[in-house]
C-alpha cells in the first residue's frame, strides 16, 4: 500500500465534490484568516500605541499631580483638578544637589482658545512650558528660536508656533516678529517648529507653545502646572531619580508619610509595560474568540465528513471486500479531513495576510507608525492548528467508515 | 489427477446477534471445494447461500466450526488477516457491479492492486481488462458503460490480482440476457483455464452452467450433485445467432 495511492483517493473524491468541498473549507479559510488578521492588526496597534508612548522622548518620567494606585491612572485621567503640583517644585528639582541626574524639566498647561492674526482666526490649542521644553521632547525650533526660562519668570508674551498652527495663520507668510493674540492677548512670534507629527497621542503640529507662567498668570489664570515632564540623563537612573523626585516633592510639600503622596509619577518603562500589558490581553482575548470559529470550521467538517462516509458506504464496503484494512479505510477519510483543513489553512493564511496588509497600507496612508507584523509564527502555527482540527474533526467519521462491516456496507441502499 | 482441496467447511453454523435476538442462518454445514471447480450454490432468498458465500469469500466469520483454506485452518483469523487474504486469494463479481463511481476503467480495475503488499505491476490490469476485452474502454468513466460492460470491468478486478477463486453473487441478476449469457461466458472460459468459480444464483437457469450445483433451503444443504446437462454460454449465442 503507498500513501501516494491513498492521497489520490482521497483528492479524488474532494474533487468530485468540488462546491461541498469548497464550502467545507470555507469554514477553516474564515477561521484562520480571522486568527491571522486579528494576530498581526493586534501586533499593527500595539506597535502604533508603543511607537506613540517612545516617541514623546526615551529617558522620561512624568509628574502628575495627585495620588494614585500602583496601577492605576493618576487622577487627572479622570478629569479631577489637583493644584498641588506648583512651580517652585519644579525649580526643586532643577536643584543637582536633590535631583542629581536630571537633565531638564518642564511644566505643562494646556488651553484653547482663539487666535487671530490680522483677520485670520483658528481654534489654537496653546500649551505653557518650560524653556527646557525642546530638551524635554527632543524638539528644536525650525525658524527662530524658543524663549528662555528668564523671559518665562518675567512673563514675556512670546509664542512659537507648531507647523500647522503656522500654516493656517500666516499660510505661507513669514510669521517671525508678527503678534498675533491668544485669547485676546498679544503675543509676539518667536519661533516656528518643525512638522513633528503625532507623538504621545498628540499632534504636535497645532500646538502653540507660549511661556507656562504666561499661560498660567494672563491665559488660565491659575498657579499650578498640570502635568511636569523631566529628563534623566540615563536609563539606568531612572529608578534613582524616581526615588530622588519623590524625596525632594515630599520635602517641598511637607509630607512625612509616603501614604500620603500627592504626586503620581510614571517613567516610560512603566507606561510602556502598562500598555503591553493592557493590548496583549486584548490581543489573545480576540485571538481566543477568533480560534472559536475555526471550532465551529471543525465541527462542519465533521459534520461532511460524516455525510461522505454515509454515501461512500457501499465504496468502503468494496474497498474492504478487494482486501482494504480498517486503518488504510481510517487513514483515507482522515487525509481527506486534513487536505480540507490544510488547503483551507493556507488559503486563509494568504487570505488573511493579505487583508492585514491592506490594513497596514490603510493605516500608514492615514499617518499611523503602523508595523506590519506577520510572524512566520503565526504562520507556522495557524498551519499546524488547521492540521490539527482536520486530524481532531476527521477522526471520529474515520472511525465510523473503517468499523463498517464489508458484507453490510457492500448492499448499504 | 489429484484433486486439490481448497476450501473445505467443517460443521460450520453461522448465527446473527441483533438486539440480543440470535437467528441462526446456517447450521452444521460440511462442505468440500476442489481446485478447478465451477460450483453453483442455488437456493431461495434467505435460505442463507449469500451467508455461505460470504464466509467462503473470507468477507464475514464463522459462529462454530472449522474452516480449511488450503488445508489451513483459517477460522480464527483477525479482520485484517482476512483482508489480506481477500486481496491474495479471492475475487469478487457482485450483482450491483459496485465500480467506483465517476472513475476510469483502468482505475475500477486496479483497486485491489493499491491494497495488495506487492509493488503494483500496471500491466496486471491491462492484462485483466484485455481478458474480458474492454481494452478500447480502459479510459472510459465507469458510468459511462452499459450494464454488461461494468460487469465485465467488475470480473477484470476479480481477475487482477490473480486470485485461486471467484466468486461471483448473482452476476447476471442485473443483466439482461444477452450481457448475462456474455458473463457466463467469460466465468466458463476462465474456469476451463483453471479458475475455480464459486457462483450464488437463485435461477435454475444460470446455475446449469456451473459444473457442480449446491442447494440450499434454511441453512441447510439440501442437494449437492454433479451437472448432468450443463449449458454452454458460447454455444447458446452461436446458437441464437
Known amino acids: 500500500m503507498q500513501i501516494s495511492s491513498l492521497f489520490k483517493i482521497s483528492y479524488t473524491a474532494l474533487l468530485a465534490k468540488k462546491s461541498r468541498t469548497f464550502l467545507t473549507m470555507l469554514g477553516i479559510i474564515i477561521g484562520i484568516s480571522s486568527v491571522i488578521i486579528i494576530m498581526s492588526v493586534g501586533a499593527g496597534a500595539q506597535s502604533l500605541i508603543v ?13 502628575f499631580p495627585g495620588k494614585s494606585e500602583e496601577k492605576g491612572p493618576p487622577p487627572s485621567v479622570m478629569g479631577i483638578v489637583n493644584t498641588k503640583l506648583k512651580n517652585e517644585d519644579l525649580i526643586a528639582l532643577r536643584d543637582k544637589g536633590r535631583v542629581p541626574h536630571i537633565v531638564a524639566v518642564t511644566g505643562y498647561n494646556r488651553g484653547v482658545g482663539s487666535v ?59 510669521a517671525l516678529g508678527q503678534m498675533i493674540k491668544i485669547k485676546k492677548v498679544a503675543f509676539s512670534v518667536i519661533g516656528v517648529m518643525p512638522a513633528r507629527g503625532t507623538k504621545g497621542f498628540q499632534n504636535q503640529d497645532n500646538l502653540i507653545f507660549i511661556p507656562g507662567k504666561t499661560a498660567q498668570k494672563l491665559l ?30 515630599r520635602e517641598e510639600h511637607k509630607i512625612d508619610n509616603p501614604v500620603d503622596d500627592d504626586f503620581t509619577m510614571r517613567s516610560q518603562r512603566d507606561a510602556l509595560n502598562m500598555l503591553l500589558a493592557v493590548t496583549d490581553a486584548l490581543k489573545f482575548f480576540l485571538t481566543a474568540i477568533a480560534a472559536i470559529s475555526l471550532i465551529v470550521g471543525g465541527v462542519g467538517i465533521m459534520n461532511i465528513m460524516l455525510v461522505a462516509v454515509s454515501e461512500r458506504t457501499r465504496e468502503i464496503g468494496l474497498r474492504k471486500a478487494v482486501g482494504a484494512k480498517n ?8 487525509i481527506e479531513a486534513v487536505i480540507i483543513t490544510l488547503i483551507g489553512g493556507l ?11 491592506l ?21 507556522f502555527l495557524a498551519t499546524s492548528i488547521s492540521v490539527i482540527i482536520g486530524l481532531i474533526f476527521g477522526l471520529y467519521p474515520a472511525q465510523r467508515a473503517a468499523k463498517l462491516n464489508p458484507i453490510e456496507a457492500l448492499h448499504y441502499e | 489427477m489429484e484433486k486439490i482441496s481448497l476450501i473445505k467447511l467443517v460443521n460450520i453454523s453461522k448465527d446473527y446477534v441483533n438486539e440480543e435476538v440470535t437467528t441462526p442462518v446456517l447450521h452444521d454445514i460440511n462442505l468440500e471445494i476442489y481446485q478447478g471447480e465451477f460450483v453453483a450454490i442455488m437456493g431461495p432468498s ?68 493499491i491494497y495488495a503488499k506487492k509493488k503494483i505491476d500496471n500491466n496486471q490490469a491491462i492484462k485483466a481488462i484485455k481478458s474480458v476485452g474492454l481494452y478500447h474502454r480502459l479510459n472510459n468513466l465507469s458510468n459511462q458503460l452499459s450494464g454488461g460492460e461494468k460487469q465485465r470491468v467488475a470480473i477484470a478486478r476479480a481477475l487482477v490480482n490473480e486470485p485461486l477463486i471467484i466468486f461471483a453473487d448473482e452476476p447476471t441478476g442485473n443483466l439482461d440476457s444477452k450481457s448475462g449469457k456474455q458473463i457466463m461466458e467469460i466465468l466458463q472460459d476462465l474456469n476451463d483455464a483453471g479458475k475455480t468459480i464459486i457462483l450464488v444464483t437463485h435461477e435454475q437457469y444460470t446455475a ?12 441447510n444443504i439440501v442437494g449437492d450433485h454433479k451437472v448432468e446437462q450443463r449449458l454452454f454460454a458460447k454455444m447458446e449465442e452461436k446458437l441464437t445467432k
Request: glycine share 8%; no cysteine.
Open chain 1, 116 to 174: 487671530t492674526w490680522r483677520d485670520q482666526e483658528i481654534d489654537g490649542n496653546f500649551v505653557g512650558v518650560s524653556s527646557d521644553y525642546p530638551l524635554v521632547e527632543d524638539a528644536q525650533v525650525d525658524v527662530g528660536r524658543f524663549f528662555t526660562e528668564e523671559e518665562n519668570n518675567s512673563l514675556v508674551r512670546v509664542a512659537i508656533l507648531g507647523s500647522k498652527a503656522k500654516e493656517d495663520l500666516f499660510s505661507d507668510q513669514d
Open chain 2, 46 to 113: 434467505g435460505s442463507g447461500k449469500s451467508t455461505l458465500m460470504h464466509i467462503m469469500g473470507f468477507l464475514d466469520k464463522l459462529t462454530a466450526g472449522q474452516y480449511f483454506f488450503k488445508g489451513k485452518d483459517i477460522s480464527n483469523l483477525n479482520e485484517d488477516q482476512l483482508a489480506d487474504i481477500r486481496n491474495t486469494e479471492v475475487g469478487f463479481v457482485f450483482q450491483a457491479f459496485n465500480l467506483l463511481p465517476r472513475t476510469s476503467v483502468y482505475d475500477n480495475v486496479k483497486l485491489p492492486l
Open chain 2, 208 to 219: 446449469e452452467h456451473a459444473k457442480r450445483i449446491i442447494r440450499i433451503r434454511d441453512g
Open chain 1, 359 to 379: 490594513i497596514a497600507l490603510v493605516a500608514r496612508y492615514l499617518g499611523y507608525s503602523w508595523d506590519l507584523v506577520i510572524s512566520i509564527n503565526s504562520i
Open chain 1, 327 to 334: 486503518d488504510i479505510i481510517l487513514t483515507q477519510f482522515l
Open chain 1, 51 to 63: 511607537n506613540q508612548i517612545k516617541s514623546t522622548g526615551s529617558n522620561l518620567i512624568a509628574i
Open chain 1, 347 to 357: 488559503a486563509g493564511v494568504i487570505f488573511g495576510s493579505g487583508l492585514a496588509i
Open chain 1, 220 to 249: 488660565l489664570g491659575i498657579n499650578y502646572v498640570s502635568l511636569a515632564r523631566v529628563k534623566v540623563d540615563d536609563e539606568a537612573n531612572i529608578d534613582q531619580t524616581l526615588e530622588d523626585i519623590a524625596a525632594t516633592l
